[in-house]
Structure formats: structure tokens, C-alpha cells
């Protein structure tokens, strides 16, 4: 089984990444959105076999569902783009993607020098495996002091099996609608205000 | 997450090629399994996962057949005909028919289209379609996945056949499939909002977005419990499978085809194929959620059950289609945001205090919720039909003279035994 979930991940990272390129170099503009959809999909798959479900199927539903379409419209919209720029670059294409791949190469740097490889699988003892596996999350204090979320409450060790996890999805909900509750809200309100700010927008104003 | 081996299809087919399955595979598999030679059972998983792919496309696909047979049957019932009788008995074979004929049709491409995206979207149309079934429990133990956001994975790759429909009108050029495409993203986006909130109530009394959970927190049917949350659960899907109440990216009376006008032979037939697809699959996903699932009496086998629930809410469907004219796009839109809309609110309100009152109910207590839910229910569409009524089409108002009937001299006579 895990021979064949490498094989899945690699044709998903391929997909990914081929599709990805595939936007910036395609000269139709309609499929490129195309192959922006292909990307986020393949992304979604990579979620999925990750066991974060719940990400996955977000991925699906919010960038192929909706932006993917949002775009596609946009251009359906404006048809004369149907056809592209032509060459898809213009004269500060250098600056800008020295610019991007100066923060892509930051971030990832940042993330590799600030992740702890070396402690990381010995901080992780068996029975820690076994909360995760089964989905025994009580908060706790770990070895080092710090507040975290995963640990177990009478882990039973022979009821978990490789590559099943537990429910992420209800987990996910607690937090959003107890510990960041607020954020939830804000965030409601923000698009609340964008919607009418766009039909304000867009309206019919009364000739005078 | 439960593990792959609580599904017997899974466990059945594997334990049949690979013994290795070990403890879980005692006394199940055909042969006494392990049929896969030493050294080879990595292939196992991928050999059981092609089989059970291969079943299901091939079950989808005689499904389809039957479902179209069944349809114009029906409608040929409804419409005092007859309905296809000609091939077969009762005029089983005509969907076979139907099929060859659709293959060895020429295969026209427009030269005004772009090809890849032409060719792309048929199967950007199937391939949502077919997803939904991966999540689809047609039975106790009977499901190939059953993962915890089985719901949302529906709703999800459910929207993503607006993306084909736009991929279809934009490939193939034409002004007809843009004012279709127009229309199906507008219908779409629309109903889809009511189609999630209504499912909500359903979630609050289920505790999983798990479809196996949501089945067996079903100890009585949650139609019952949540009737608004069904109705409106019920008309948004008619309105994201683009059928006739809501068929007006497909009107042929304003606009050809809509989005299929350019499509010919088996790209039409793909089109045509996951529109049916997509119905029964809607239908399993009403039975699953809203009708029990595959609970029944003890003697039939639970697959049995739902197969007979799922045909039900099919004919329900048919019926509707046969029943009702294509709404215009302005009173389709009325009735997504002054209507489902806030009908879905109701039914949120109602059922986010019902499960405060009573958390994780029992069934005493979910026969509660459903007389509270019955009243809000009958209350609720009363009010809105008040308030939305004929009488407020402002088109409609001044145009339609009451009381103009065809007399039966005006119908043209019904040919003997014709198809439809």
C-alpha cells in the first residue's frame, strides 16, 4: 500500500507542477485557467493523501469550485482576451520574477531553518503515534513545556492501524468556532462589507 | 476514519487476490484467496482498486440505460403515450440502440472551436459525476470510500461541472452555448448556496459529514425530521443537475441546446452520460441523507433497499419533470434568493435550537423535533407562497388571460405506439 500511495504522490506532484507551468506559458488565456483548475486539483489530491481531508475537499470546493470558475467567467466576460497576450511576458518580467523567486526561496529557507529536523521524530514517542492514529487529542504539555493539542487519554495501542486517522474535520471545527471564533466572525463581517460594497458599486445610479 | 477493510467490497475483492490481509481477511474472499502468486501481492491494492473502478463504471453505465428507459417510459405514461415499446420487450433495448447509434454518429468539430478545450470538456462533465459514487454507501458494509467529509466532497466536485459548462461554451464558439453558459453559472452559483445550508440541519442531528454515519444516525428517516431541509435539499439538486424545472441552460425552444448545440456523436453521448449519471447519483445521495439510507426490513438485503429507495426518488424526479413547464431565468433567480434562500435559513434557525434543546436526540426525541419542524415547515412555505405568489410575477400579471383551455378538437392525434 505504501508503494502505491508514492506512485499517487508522484503523479499528483507531476500534475501540480506541469499544470502550474502550464499557466504561465500557455498563450490562450481560457486554458490556461484551465490548467490553473488541473493545479489546484492536483494540490487537492496531495491534501488527500496527507490524510487532511478536510483541506483537501476545502481545495477542491473554494479553488476548483469557485476561483477557477470566477476566473473562467471573467474571461468569458471580456471575450476579446479570449485569444491572450500573445507572449504572456512584457519588459519587467525579469524584475518580477527575480522578485518572487528572492521571497519563494526566503520562505522556504525561513521554513527549512526554523523547522527542528533533528528533534523532530525523537519528540514523537510511540504512544504520541498512537494518539494521533486514533484520534485521542486532549490538551496537554509536552516534554519541552509547551501547550500542544496532541496526547492521549487511555490509548488503547493494537486499536490503531497504519494510514487511518482520526477525525480531523470535527477538530478543525472546534477550533474555529471556540478558539478563533472572533477571526471567524471578523472575517464575516469583512466579506459581508465587500458584498455590498459591490453592489453599491455596480448599481444603476438615478439620473438626474 | 474508519479502516478500508469495514467496506466488504473492499475486503471481499482484496482478501480474494492477497492473503496477507492477515487477520481481517479470515473466511472472505472467493477460491480461498490469495489467488496472486508469491512476490507479486503488492498489486493487490491496485489490482482491487481497477476491479471495483471497472464494476462501478460498468454498473453506472447500465444504470444510465436503465434510467433512460425508464424515462421516457414514464414520461411517455404521463403524457398518455406510450413511450419507447418497439425494441426489446417493452422496449428494454432502445437505450442500447440509442448508445450505438450515438457512437457511429460522425464525430463533427467545429472549425471556429478550440479543439483541446472542445474535446476536454465532456470529460470535465463525467468526471465529478462519477466521483460522487467513490462516497456513495449503496448498502450495509457496501462502499468503496468512507471518509469524514464525504458531504462535502459531494457539494464539492458537485459545483465543479459549472467549469465544463463554461469549458464547452467557450471551446465550441458559438453565441448559443454563451448565453447558456451564462445562465448555468448564474442558476448554479445561486442554488448551490441553499443546496449547502439546507444540508446543515441534516449535519447538526447526524454529528459526521460521513454519509455511513449519517445512514446510521438514521434510526427514523430525517425527511421526516426535516422536511424544509428535504424540500428545498430537493429542488436546488433538480436546479444543479439542469433539469426541467430548471433546464434553461439547455432550453431548445430559446437557445438550440445551450452548451451541447456543437457536441456530436460520443462527446454529446459523454454529456449525455453524466447528465444521468449525475441524476441517479443525486438520487443515491437524497436516499443516503434524507431517506435512510439503506435501512429496511430484516429478510432483503440492505442493497436491495436502497437500490428500490434511490428508484423512487427518480420517479419523484421524472414526475417533477413531466409536471412542470421551464421557469424563465429572472423567476428562477427569484426563487433561489427570496425563497430556498431564506426558507434554508429557517430551517437552520429551527434546527440549531431543536439540537440545543435536544443534544444527540433519541427517537422519542427526534419525533419531537419533527412536529416542531413540520409546523415550521407548513407555516413557512405558506407564507413564502403568500408573499411570492403568482400574483407578484410582475410579467406574468398583466399577460396571462384566465380560463384559455384547448379543447380536445385543438390536440393533435396521438400516433399509435411511437417513441417520444
Known amino acids: 500500500m505504501d508503494g502505491t500511495i508514492d506512485v499517487v504522490f508522484w503523479i499528483m506532484s507531476a500534475g501540480a507542477i506541469v499544470t502550474a507551468l502550464l499557466v504561465v506559458t500557455v498563450k490562450d488565456v481560457f486554458r490556461a485557467a484551465l490548467a490553473l483548475a488541473g493545479s489546484f486539483l492536483s494540490v487537492g489530491g496531495i491534501f488527500f493523501l496527507l490524510q487532511a481531508e478536510f483541506v483537501a475537499v476545502a481545495q477542491i470546493l473554494v479553488y476548483v469550485g469557485a476561483i477557477s470558475i470566477i476566473v473562467a467567467f471573467a474571461i468569458l466576460l471580456t471575450r476579446d482576451m479570449g485569444q491572450g497576450n500573445p507572449t504572456q511576458s512584457n519588459r519587467l518580467l525579469v524584475v518580477g520574477g527575480g522578485v518572487m523567486a528572492a521571497l519563494f526561496v526566503a520562505v522556504a529557507g525561513f521554513v527549512a531553518y526554523d523547522t527542528n529536523w533533528s528533534d523532530r521524530d525523537s519528540r514523537l514517542t510511540d504512544l504520541d503515534v498512537t494518539a494521533a492514529l486514533t484520534g485521542q487529542y486532549e490538551e496537554s504539555t509536552n516534554r519541552s513545556g509547551d501547550t500542544v493539542l496532541i496526547a492521549f487519554t487511555g490509548v488503547d495501542e493494537t486499536s490503531a492501524k497504519d494510514g487511518v486517522f482520526a477525525d480531523t474535520t470535527g477538530w478543525l471545527g472546534g477550533l474555529l468556532v471556540r478558539d478563533y471564533v472572533l477571526a471567524l466572525q471578523a472575517l464575516g463581517v469583512l466579506l459581508l462589507a465587500a458584498i455590498i460594497g459591490s453592489i453599491a458599486l455596480v448599481r444603476e445610479q438615478a439620473s438626474e | ?420
Not at chain 2, 478545450?117 to 470510500?145: D, E, K, N, R
Not at chain 2, 431548445?252 to 456543437?262: F, H, K, N, R
Request: charged share 10%; glycine share 10%; net charge negative.
Open chain 2, 1 to 420: 476514519m474508519p479502516d478500508p477493510f469495514d467496506s466488504i467490497l473492499y475486503r471481499y475483492v482484496y482478501c480474494t487476490l492477497s492473503s496477507t490481509g492477515d487477520a481481517e481477511c479470515a473466511g472472505h474472499g472467493l477460491f480461498g484467496g490469495g489467488l496472486l502468486p508469491g512476490g507479486l501481492e503488492w498489486l493487490a491494492f491496485p489490482l482491487t482498486a481497477a476491479i471495483i473502478v471497472a464494476a462501478l463504471i460498468n454498473g453506472i453505465l447500465g444504470g444510465v440505460l436503465m434510467m433512460i428507459w425508464g424515462e421516457r417510459r414514464l414520461l411517455g405514461r404521463f403524457q398518455g403515450r406510450t413511450g419507447p415499446n418497439r425494441w426489446g420487450p417493452f422496449g428494454l433495448l432502445t437505450p442500447i440502440a440509442d448508445a450505438v447509434k450515438t457512437m457511429f454518429k460522425e464525430d463533427v468539430v467545429p472549425t471556429v472551436s478550440d479543439r483541446l478545450v472542445f474535446t476536454l470538456a465532456p470529460i470535465m462533465m463525467l468526471a465529478p459525476a462519477l466521483l460522487i459514487y467513490a462516497v456513495l454507501p449503496i448498502g450495509a458494509g457496501t462502499w468503496l470510500a468512507d471518509i469524514n467529509v464525504a458531504l462535502l466532497l459531494i457539494i464539492a466536485v458537485g459545483g465543479a461541472n459549472v467549469l465544463a459548462i463554461l469549458a464547452a461554451s467557450l471551446g465550441s464558439g458559438n453565441r448559443y452555448a454563451m448565453f447558456s453558459a451564462m445562465r448555468a453559472v448564474a442558476m448554479l452559483i445561486s442554488y448551490e448556496i441553499p443546496l449547502v445550508i439546507s444540508l446543515i440541519g441534516v449535519l447538526m442531528l447526524s454529528g459526521s459529514l460521513s454519509l455511513v454515519a449519517i445512514v446510521d444516525a438514521q434510526t427514523i428517516p430525517f425527511f421526516i425530521v426535516q422536511p424544509l431541509g428535504f424540500f428545498v435539499f430537493l429542488v436546488a439538486s433538480m436546479a444543479e443537475l439542469n433539469r426541467t424545472p430548471f433546464d434553461v441552460a439547455e432550453a431548445e425552444s430559446e437557445i438550440v441546446a445551450g452548451y451541447m448545440t456543437d457536441y456530436s456523436s460520443m462527446k454529446f453521448g459523454l454529456f449525455f452520460l453524466s447528465e444521468f449519471a449525475a441524476t441517479i447519483a443525486t438520487s443515491g445521495v437524497i436516499t443516503a441523507v434524507f431517506l435512510g439510507g439503506w435501512h429496511g426490513f430484516d429478510p432483503i438485503p440492505s442493497q436491495f433497499w436502497f437500490v428500490a429507495k434511490m428508484v423512487a426518488v427518480l420517479t419523484v424526479i421524472v414526475w417533477i419533470r413531466a409536471s412542470w413547464p421551464r421557469l424563465r431565468i429572472d423567476q428562477i433567480m427569484n426563487f433561489a434568493w427570496k425563497a430556498l434562500f431564506e426558507l434554508t435559513l429557517i430551517n437552520l434557525v429551527v434546527s440549531g435550537l431543536l439540537v440545543l434543546a435536544w443534544p444527540s436526540p433519541s427517537t422519542a426525541e427526534l419525533w419531537y423535533m419533527a412536529g416542531i419542524n413540520w409546523v415550521v415547515f407548513l407555516v413557512s412555505i405558506y407564507i413564502f407562497g403568500r408573499v411570492l405568489g403568482p400574483k407578484h410575477d410582475s410579467v406574468r400579471a398583466g399577460n396571462i388571460q384566465s380560463g384559455v383551455v384547448l379543447s380536445d378538437s385543438d390536440a393533435p392525434a396521438i400516433p399509435a405506439g411511437g417513441g417520444d
